[in-house]
């Protein structure tokens, strides 16, 4: 039996009737912007008023996003809005219970049970059907580059210029409001210091997102060394496995991300080492150092208590070290948020007592926090707090539920738009946004990546401490907590968007709010508890778990059509689930 059902909203007069309509540009038509569409489409058939005239950019040929297919005309990805579109055979890392939705389900789409885990071409075709229903993406102007946004402060007006690519036409626009739905996927982020030490290697360096259809031929009976432990060197790890690959090594600087909580490999073809690479000798051995965090130096040193690594003879190296965010440069400088802005917590702030308290004890926070999981310090619920006006629908450093996420944010901007919901004072929104921060902060695990006085003292307990134990009654009290937490702010949100599907509140979560903790629960175990007795063929993706089964229609996941190592689509044909055998 399904715990959903769609929440009824009784007509009432709001305030969106004062409310005059509003022109604005939307920049993006990803998944983010596809979703401000749908939201404003499904208002207008229900009648709502005041909608906003709303003009959407998409610099690339069809929606999408970086789940786009990579178009005929530029196979090998010159033009700078393909540079970052997944590969074909990409596969996604998140169960596909935690990316459906609540007007257009999995069994709508598929008429069928499917796997948990699936291609990135159905999860694309899966999003356009559902959000360009009743021609929602029709008047989007694809091929269009958005090159400056202004603001002028005398006539609270937006100036933004665009480039029609098809003709190279230029022109500019008066808006009341801009929407920024573009993503956060940018350049490609090559730290310095790592393109230094490999300077001297004599292979192939690649960085993540330049792995895409001609992969095979820099892995193929290779040895492999990756940087960085997170889902995108993961799944690399898999498909270099996939493809071939002699061996692959993922080098992890704090063994926090999917790789380092995989318990087994493919043939044990994977090896994960801590601590990234730090010198090349002759040409192709590459010696790694595990480092540890030094708080007084806010920087990262190499532990020298812990013996080197050396790995030699590799072939290709793969920065999968995340990206830049230069695509946000077109706005200017006082619109654009700041994904780096720091913040401290307030005067008298407390960690409640918690299960690492008795080891820890009651740690000093530092003075410069980084951004949360949940928000930007400069960005309240889709507002950039400095000007109300610019706002943004794009994706924080952790959810619960990334398309849930930016569905419900989507909403929240409309609801702002029409004046269903109004835009708090400034003074209210810096307060809204501690007290979420400070919330995180009383989170062992999302305190770890916020503070770096807590790393470092999290750092420094054994190798054998229960933490360490994903079993332990302890850490899986202290992962519940984490997700929950994700997931009551997802809720709270809803709640404000009159989005109809409830999963509690801030301070409790529903049934179905605590459904969505033990599928992303779930996921998590899928790595750290393949079987030894099948770990020649077994990945996270061949999972089974009783969790997997819809928010909505309770239906369960069924099992690949094979060992996800051994499945592949004919040539030529696109990756699907429906085509792999």
Known sequence: MPLFKIKSSKKTKSKEENVQALDVALIGCGPAGMMFLH?????????????????????????????RDVPDDDKGRKKPENTTVMYDDLWSNTPKETMEFYDYTFDDHFKKETPSFLPRKDILEYLLARNSVDGALDGVKFNHTVQNVQYDENSKKFSVAVRDDSTGTESSGMFDRVIWAAGMHGAAEKPEAMVE???????????????????????????????????????????????????????????????????????????????????????????????????????YRKDDEVEAVKVKDVDTVVMSTGYDYPSISILHDDLQLDSELTWSVSKGWAMDNNALTITLGSVKPSENLTPGSTCYSDVYRGVLIDNPNMMYITETYDSASTFLDLDVNANLVLAYLTGKVAIPK??????????????????????TSMDGAYKEEAGELPENHWSENASDERAVEMNRMATSLLVRKLARDMQDAKYPVDLGNWKKLS??????????IAAGECRSSIEEENSEWKTFRDMEQKEFASLYTGTKSCALPGHWIQLKAEDGEPTKISTVK
């Not at 290779?222 to 997170?230: A, E, H, Q, T």
């Not at 400034?426 to 305190?447: G, H, S, T, Y």
Request: glycine share 10%; aromatic share 8%; proline share 4%.
């Open 511 to 520: 049934p179905l709010g605590e459904k969505l903790v033990d599928i992303n």
């Open 39 to 67: 939201a404003l489409n499904k208002s207008r058939k229900a009648g709502h008023e005041n909608l906003p005239n709303v003009t959407c950019y998409e610099r690339a040929g069809a929606a999408g996003g970086i789940w």
């Open 426 to 447: 400034e003074k209210d929104m810096i307060k809204e946004n501690q007290k979420q921060l400070e919330a995180e902060m009383q989170v062992p695990w999302l305190r």
């Open 197 to 299: 030490v490999l300077k001297d290697f004599t292979g192939k360096v690649l960085h993540s997102s330049e792995c895409t259809e001609d992969f095979e031929q820099y892995v193929n009976g290779k040895n492999v060394l990756l940087i960085g432990d997170g889902s995108s060197g993961e799944d690399l790890a898999l498909r270099a496995v996939k493809l071939g690959a002699k061996h692959v090594y993922v080098t992890a600087r704090s063994c926090e991300g999917q790789a380092s909580e995989t318990a087994s490999w493919p043939s044990g073809k994977v090896t994960v080492i801590e601590g990234p690479p730090y010198k090349v000798l002759k040409g192709t051995h590459i010696k790694c150092q595990a480092v540890y965090w030094y708080e007084k130096k806010q920087k």
